[in-house]
DNA sequence: GCGTCGGATTGAAACCTTTCAATCCAGTTC
DNA sequence: GAACTGGATTGAAAGGTTTCAATCCGACGC
C-alpha cells in the first residue's frame, strides 16, 4: 500500500487551526515565533501538527514569505574527489547559518550546468556557487544580473563581475618545479592538457617562471600534453614519456592533476621504473588518494574545504548586505614532499 | 553593484501580460500549452519575457500545480566513488524524464540525514532516493507513510515496506573467496568491519559459505576486524597482517571494500610484499580507482550506475501508478580478475 | 470602578501561478 | 442572414503559508 489512504491529501495549518481550536496566525506563530505564543496554547497546537501529521508546505513558505533556505554547489564532476571536498567545506558553512546545500552535478555538460542553472533561479535559491564548464559563460552573468548571487569556485574570470575564490596556479606550478630543482633533477616532464584549460595553462606557466628563474634551458622542461585529467590519461602519458630515448628522457614529472599523476605512477610501477629513482613524481591537488597511493604521491595541496567554506560565506555576504563588493580571493597551495620525490 | 536595481523585484505573469497586452491566463498557456495560444500572440508574450527578464516562480507553481519536478537522492558518503556513480545513474534516468536530481550529502550523519528529509519532505519532492546512515531508522517508515516514495539504495530492510535495489553481498563474498580457492591459497583473511554494518556482515557470511563448501578448515579463513571502511584502516590491517608469524600469515586477503584493499596494497608495496606473488588481494566495488591501482586491483564489482537506474525508476513508478506494489530488486555481482590475485 | 497597558490571539490580505468554465470571434454551413 | 463550430482568449478561483494591523482580555494603578 503506498503512502496515505486515497484522498487524503496532507494537512494543512487550516487542519491544523481546526484541531486545535485556535486561528490560522496563532498556528503560524508556533511554526515561526513560538515565544509569541502562550505555553498552554503552543503545546496544544503541536500536539495537533503531530496527530494530523502536518509538514509544513515549503512552496507555500518561500512564496509567501520571498525567501528560500537553500544554497546550491553546481559541481563539474562529482566523481572528482577535489570536487567532493569543496563541496563538504560548502556544506559545513552552510550548516552553521541553518541553510540546506543542494548539490548539482554538471558533469562536464555545460547543456546540463544551463539547465540546472535554470531551475535554481526558478527555485530562488539564496545563491548558487558553481564550477562552471566554461567560466566566461554570459549565462553566468544573466543569473547575476537578475539577482541570485553567483560565486565561482575555483575558476577565475577574466572580469570581475563575480566574487570567486581559486588558488594560486601559476604559484603551486612554481612550487612544484622548484623541489624538483632542489631534488637535484635536470630534465623534467610537464603532464597536463587539455592546453586552453585555465588550471592547465598556469601551472604550466608557473612552472616555466621556475625553471626560467634557475636558469635552466628551456628544452629541458619537456611537455607531455594529455586529452584530459584522468588516470587513464595518466598513464598513456606514462607510456609516452617511456618511449623517449634514455638521454631525453625526464627524471621527474610534474602532473597538473593527482589523476594524471597515480596513472602515471601506476605505469612506472607495472613496467618496473622506480619512483623516485628512475622518476619522481609530483601531483596537483592532494586527494586522499596520493597520500594512499602505492608510492605515497608529493603533490600541491589545495585548501579544498576552506575553498568552499570561504565561497560559501562569500554568497552569503552578497545575499543579506546591500553594500556587497565582490572580491577575488585567491588561496596559497602548499607543496606536500612525499615519498614519490624523496629518495 | 549587485544584481538589479534597488527595489525591482523579478518580473510575474502579470507584468508580463500587461507589457504582451494579453491576459494573464495567455501568459501561462504559452508557459504550459504553448500550441493552444496562436503564433503571433505566443511570439508577442515570449518576447515580453525576455524583455523584462521574467523567471517563472517555481514556488508558486508548484504550489498551485501541486506537483515538484525534483528527485532527490540523499547520499551516505558523497566522497566515496562508489556512490557518485550511483548518483550518476540516477541522474541518468531522471534526465530521461525531465526530472531535476538534487544530491544531499549526509555525511554518515544521522542528524544531517534527518534535517535534510524533513526539507526535501517540505518541498514535497516526486519521491526520496536514499542510502540510509541506519537502514531500520523509523524515520524512513514515517516519511514512506505520510506519501513521499521512499527506494532505499544499496541497502535492505528486514522489513518489506520498500522498494530497494541492492545487490548480493553474499553471493559477492562467495564470489571472491571461490575464485582465491581456484587460485589455490589455502590461508585467507577476510578485513572488514565493524561488523554491524550489513555489507561487511553478508560478504562475510559469503566468504564463509565458499569456504566451508570447499570444505577447508574454518580457522584457516582469518577474520581482520577495522574500525572503518577507509584506505588508512586497510594499510593498519595490513600491519596486523604482517606482524603474524609466517605460518599463521594469510596468502590473500579479501576486503570488504576497495578502500580498504587500497590501504592494504599500499602498505604492502611499502613495506616489499610482493602483490600477488606473496599477497594476492581481492577488493569490492570496483571503484574506478581499483583498476587503476599501482597493482590493478581484483574486485567484485557490482553495477553502479544500473543500481542508481533502477532506483530511479522505482521511484518513478511508485509516484506515477496507484497500484505500485513494492520491489525488492538484488543485483547479482560479478568477480572482476585483475594483477592483484592472477600471478 | 475607570482607564490603560501589554501580551495573546485573530482575520484578512498578499505572494504568483495554474486551471477551467465561460466568452469571444471569425469562419462555415444551410 | 441565422445557427453553428471550434480555436483563441479571458477572468476568477484556488492552492497553503506568512504578515500585520486590529482586537481581545486580564491585570494593574489610581
Partial sequence: MPGRE????????KDVAAAAGVSLGTVSNVLNRPDRVSPETRERVQRAMSDLGFVRNESARQLRAGTSRTLAYVMLDASNPFFTDVAAGIDTAAESVDLALV??????SAQRERSHLALLEQQRVQGVLITPVEPDSPALEELAQRGTPVVVVDRTRADQSFCSVAVDDVLGGRLAVEHLLDRGHTRVA????????????DRLRGARDAWSAAGRPEDALVE????????????????????LPARRRPTAAFCANDLLALGLLQHAISSGVRV????????????????AAAVPLTSVRQPRQLLGRTAAELVLDESANADHT????????EL???????G
Fill in 326 to 333: 565582490h572580491r577575488q580571493v585567491l588561496f596559497t597551495p
Fill in 224 to 243: 607531455v600534453e594529455t586529452a584530459a585529467l584522468t588516470v587513464n590519461e595518466g598513464r598513456e602519458a606514462g607510456a609516452r614519456l617511456a618511449g
Fill in 276 to 291: 623516485p629513482e628512475e622518476l619522481a613524481i609530483v601531483g596537483y591537488d592532494d586527494i586522499d588518494f596520493a597520500a
Fill in 190 to 201: 610537464y603532464v597536463g592538457g587539455p592546453r586552453h584549460l585555465g588550471q592547465v595553462a
Fill in 6 to 13: 486515497p484522498g487524503a491529501r496532507s494537512a494543512s495549518v
Fill in 336 to 342: 606536500v614532499a612525499r615519498a614519490s620525490t624523496l
Fill in 103 to 108: 548539490l548539482c552535478n554538471s558533469r562536464n
